[in-house]
């Protein structure tokens, strides 16, 4: 939040509305990666983890385990 705000009533207007878009972009961000880390974990620590290829794919991310 800037220190220094405009008095204009135009301004502040432009800024809110500014601020608001941003923060609907940064809800759609947070859920998508909380999706995509759920999946993550279903993979990795799920039921098949162990017979699942991605999970043992280094190429994916994932670590083989020795």
């Given amino acids: 939040m800037p220190k220094d705000l405009p008095d ?4 502040l207007k432009q800024l809110l509305e ?3 878009s941003e923060r609907e972009s940064d809800k ?8 995509e880390n ?11 983890s162990e017979t699942d290829c991605l999970s043992c794919d280094p190429a994916n991310g994932f670590v083989q385990r020795s």
């Fill in 38 to 48: 759920a999946l993550l974990r279903q993979r990795r620590f799920g039921r098949k």
């Fill in 28 to 35: 759609g961000k947070i859920v998508h990666l909380e999706e």
């Fill in 18 to 20: 500014q601020m608001l």
């Fill in 8 to 11: 204009d009533p135009v301004l």
